[in-house]
């Protein structure tokens, strides 16, 4: 009796032990390596089985050898404990791999369904990973990208650049950020550079996101624009005079050039207004704007810096007189005013500052003489046409 316990105690260890087998098959996806585990295991309990079949039925050829039970009981026991001890470990491991797989998932889904162009480079700057987005603005569609150069879809020049910036982040460890714009669409986008680290801190990739911030240069570059010009003229206001002088002051001061300024106003404003209109007297200010576009260089600094007050700089060569200067503007004046049948015509008085490096001054100081010598000018013509005031 004691020896059929032990079988039956064998017995119902073996049968367990399969039955725990046959779970791992779901769980680890081993289908092959657990399935001969568990038939096995079954044909050692069916074995089992039989023995003690025979035994309670008498059938049993001999008395079973009570240590080879005892045995045989260890051995199941060790069977059932492996399998039962091991269990938990592959299904924690598969819960990790769900949770990895899950995780893998979102991270792709995000990846993949963003605007912004998404890659990884190695330390020789090849390809490791593309979304699709960067994939479809590359013009390339697969996975035959792996591997592939950096420089094999970029300019040279471009390729230089960016091989350049991914090395401080190979150097640094650390993310960096620039402005690229395409040399294939003319979009400008902002490159978020970051290190791909492996667990001893060592950087072996980079991760690039690209994002496009065209419409924000765009606005940026109109804000700059309306903050810099004139609303009725479209010309320069007086900031972006006074911004882009100073500029060429730096340069005029240490190339050593001298520079004309052209100061005027439009003569008679005040009368235009209130004879026609303010409208009219805006169309009058839009026209001598017009006027100077046409008599100066498209270099040359044209701006509107108050109500009826124009400057021009550089206006002319310096080997030109103040008198050619005026001269061509006059000219025009003249042409212009031939083409129109007003109730009124355009004149302007001008005055000619001079900037020399040997004796520099401030564009403000220059403005101060630009609009000295202009009441000069116009007080002259006043005389000349009423001799008497």
């Known amino acids: 009796m004691f020896a059929g316990f032990i079988i039956s105690l ?6 367990a032990a399969v039955f725990l087998a046959m779970r791992l ?39 079973p050898d009570l240590s080879f039970e005892l045995v ?36 792709r889904s995000l990846v993949e369904s963003t605007e912004d162009s998404i890659y990884l480079v190695d330390t ?9 987005k960067h994939l479809a603005r590359l013009g390339i569609s697969g996975e035959n990208y792996v591997g592939r150069g950096y420089g094999e879809y970029h300019s040279p020049e471009i390729t230089k650049k960016f091989i350049e910036t991914v090395d401080v982040v190979f150097k640094t460890g650390e993310s960096v950020q620039h402005e690229h714009r395409s040399e294939r669409d003319d979009e400008h986008f902002l490159l978020t550079l ?31 624009a309306l903050s810099l010009t004139d609303d009725l003229t479209g010309l320069y206001n007086r900031r972006g005079f006074m911004t ?79 008198e050619i200067i005026t001269a061509r503007l006059e000219k025009n004046i003249e042409s212009y005013n031939a083409q129109l049948s007003r109730g009124f015509s355009l004149s302007m008085s001008v005055g000619i500052a001079f900037f020399d490096p040997e004796h520099p001054m401030t564009v403000d100081e220059l403005l101060i003489e630009g609009d000295r010598m202009m009441y000069r000018q116009k007080k002259t013509r006043k005389k000349s046409i009423n001799p008497k005031s």
């Open 72 to 107: 045989g009981l260890l051995t199941s026991s060790f069977m059932l404990a492996g399998v039962w001890l091991v269990a938990p470990l592959f299904i924690a491991i598969r819960r990790s791999e769900e949770v990895i797989q899950k995780s893998e998932a979102k991270y």
């Open 124 to 132: 020789d700057y090849r390809y490791l990973f593309i979304n699709k």
């Open 10 to 15: 064998s017995v119902l260890f073996q049968f």
């Open 244 to 322: 882009l002088a100073d500029q060429h002051f730096k340069v005029a001061k240490r190339l050593k050039n001298r520079v004309f300024m052209l100061y005027a106003d439009l003569d008679d404003l005040k009368v235009i207004n209130d004879t026609f209109g303010h409208r009219q007297g805006d169309v009058a200010l839009i026209d001598i704007a017009a006027v100077l576009r046409d008599t100066y260089r498209e270099s040359d600094i044209i701006a509107r810096i108050g109500g009826d007050e124009f400057v021009v700089m550089p206006v002319g060569n310096t080997e030109d007189s103040v």
């Open 194 to 224: 970051s290190p791909v680290k492996n667990p001893g801190g060592k950087t072996t990739a980079v991760m690039i996101v690209s994002k496009r911030i065209t419409q924000l240069k765009r606005m940026e570059e109109n804000l700059r």
């Open 25 to 63: 098959i779901k769980v680890t996806g081993w289908r092959i390596s657990w399935t001969l585990i568990s038939l096995a295991i079954l044909f050692m309990a069916i074995r089992r089985s039989m023995t003690l079949f025979w035994l309670i039925t008498g059938n049993l050829s001999h008395k």
